[in-house]
């Protein structure tokens, strides 16, 4: 349930935008989404750990990229917004406006999930080739880009090439969104590393603001990304995982797909959360301070 009486301008998934003319407030809420379905349940925290996860990478990408961050401080609320100021707190991120990009950055290090049925069936991901010999989850010699449309709401997205890419928003920009997309994971990838987290995965959205290309939206989150406790993993095999993989998995034990998914049981909510808030707390260092 949202804590603010005031209609947001649009509405993604899991978070609210506010439209405050030359600045947008993202405010992220607690709901969850899984095979493009919004459930009815949502995680405890799960806005909070989005939020505070993307301020701090976007300060530790300082140097590598520029971001759409101006304030997630409540002192910076604009005035509407300031009697809802415990509700918003840790959640949300007054950001310049951006000219965003139609396209899915996508960055992949390891073999998962759709890559691996396609790498699986054709010895590609997203028609670009790998050695042969790969299995699940295996480390891949190098990164790799994969962008994809951005869909709306109830529709999928679609992996387009690097081509195609360049086709939509021209070369220049596609190879500068390729070599921004590939030195925001590796930087990512490697303190994640330090932390005892494999990042397999994620995607980003990049934007343009004054001419310069920005990273924007929400940044290596358990929403965005695959994350792997570094000290379980195990090439050849499924590996457990600090995001909503958590939630696919149990809607995929217990859902065929069809109708409206079903409820979650408390304790799969309870865990989904437990699980947000170690990635949290893992990547950052820091403890978790939970929201009103």
């Known amino acids: 349930m949202s804590g603010i009486d005031i209609k947001p301008d649009a509405q993604g998934k899991v978070r609210d935008l506010y439209d405050l003319g ?15 379905y919004i459930l009815e349940d949502e995680i405890p925290h799960k806005g909070a750990v989005l939020t505070q996860l993307s301020c701090f990478w976007f300060e530790l990408l300082d140097g590598v990229v520029e971001n759409h961050l101006i304030s997630a401080d409540v002192a910076d609320l604009p005035e509407q917004f300031k ?5 918003l707190r840790g959640r949300f991120m007054l ?24 790498y699986e069936k054709q010895g590609t991901v997203c028609g670009i080739e790998l050695p042969a010999g790969l299995v699940n989850s295996s480390k891949l010699p190098e990164p790799i880009f994969t962008p994809s449309t951005k869909a709306e709401i109830g529709d999928h997205d679609e992996n387009i090439s690097f081509d195609r890419l360049a086709e939509v928003v021209g070369e220049d920009d ?9 030195a925001v994971y590796t930087k990512a990838r490697d303190h994640a ?19 310069r290309i920005v990273l924007a939206d929400e940044v290596l989150t358990p929403d965005s990304s695959r994350f792997w406790p570094g000290d379980e993993y ?12 958590f939630v696919r998995d149990w809607l995929t ?15 799969i909510i309870e ?9 949290y707390e893992l990547i950052t260092g820091r403890a978790f301070v939970p929201a009103a």
């Open 193 to 211: 590393a330090e932390r005892g987290v494999i990042i397999a995965d994620t995607k980003f959205e990049f934007g343009r603001i004054d001419g």
């Open 95 to 118: 950001v310049k406006k951006a000219d965003m990009f139609p396209a899915e950055c996508i960055v992949r290090g390891y073999l998962a999930g759709s890559g691996l049925k396609e």
């Open 271 to 279: 865990r989904t959360s437990q699980k947000y808030i170690q990635a």
């Open 83 to 87: 009697p809802y100021a415990d509700y």
């Open 174 to 182: 596609a190879a500068q969104l390729r070599d921004l997309a590939l």
């Open 234 to 245: 195990e090439a050849g095999k499924d590996q457990p995982s600090f995001d909503k993989q």
């Open 253 to 267: 034990a217990n859902w065929d797909k069809q109708g409206t998914p079903p409820r979650l049981p408390q304790d």
């Open 22 to 36: 030359d600045a947008l407030l993202l405010v992220a809420t607690d709901r969850i989404s899984a095979f493009d």
